[in-house]
Nanobody, 121 residues
Framework: QVQLQESGPGLVKPSQTLSLTCTVSGGSITTNYYYWTWIRQPPGKGLEWIGYIAYSGNTDYSPTLKSRTSISRDTSKNQFTLQLSSVTPEDTAVYYC?????????????WGQGTQVTVSS
C-alpha cells in the first residue's frame, strides 16, 4: 500500500518561499511510470494542478505557476519537495501530493491527506 505524507510549515509570510515535502512509503518514486504530483485547493475553489516530478526526474509545471515553482526529489529518502517562491495570500490553500499513473487513463491513485498553508504576515 502506497502512502504519501505532506510536511512543512503551515504559515508562510508574503514574499517568502513555501516549501513542502512529500514522503512516500510503500513504493519507490523512481518506479516506472509514475508521476509524483503537487495539487492545491484554495478556500472555496477547485483543485489546481501545480506540477510533477516524474519517475525519471523530469519535471513539468503549471504555466501560471511555472516562474515561481520548483519540484525536486531526494531518492535516498523517497521524498519529493515543492518550492513556491514569492508567495502572496492568494497562495493560501490546502496542498496535496499525489501519485499519478499513466495507462489507458490518467489516474490519481494515491493522495496525501493534505496540509493547510496560510500566507499571512
Amino acid at each position: 500500500q502506497v502512502q504519501l505524507q505532506e510536511s512543512g510549515p503551515g504559515l508562510v509570510k508574503p514574499s517568502q518561499t513555501l516549501s513542502l515535502t512529500c514522503t512516500v512509503s510503500g513504493g519507490s518514486i523512481t518506479t516506472n511510470y509514475y508521476y509524483w504530483t503537487w495539487i492545491r485547493q484554495p478556500p472555496g475553489k477547485g483543485l489546481e494542478w501545480i506540477g510533477y516530478i516524474a519517475y525519471s526526474g523530469n519535471t513539468d509545471y503549471s504555466p501560471t505557476l511555472k516562474s515561481r515553482t520548483s519540484i525536486s526529489r531526494d531518492t535516498s529518502k523517497n521524498q519529493f519537495t515543492l518550492q513556491l517562491s514569492s508567495v502572496t495570500p492568494e497562495d493560501t490553500a490546502v496542498y496535496y501530493c499525489a501519485r499519478v499513473s499513466l495507462g489507458l487513463q490518467v489516474k490519481y491513485d494515491y493522495w496525501g491527506q493534505g496540509t493547510q498553508v496560510t500566507v499571512s504576515s
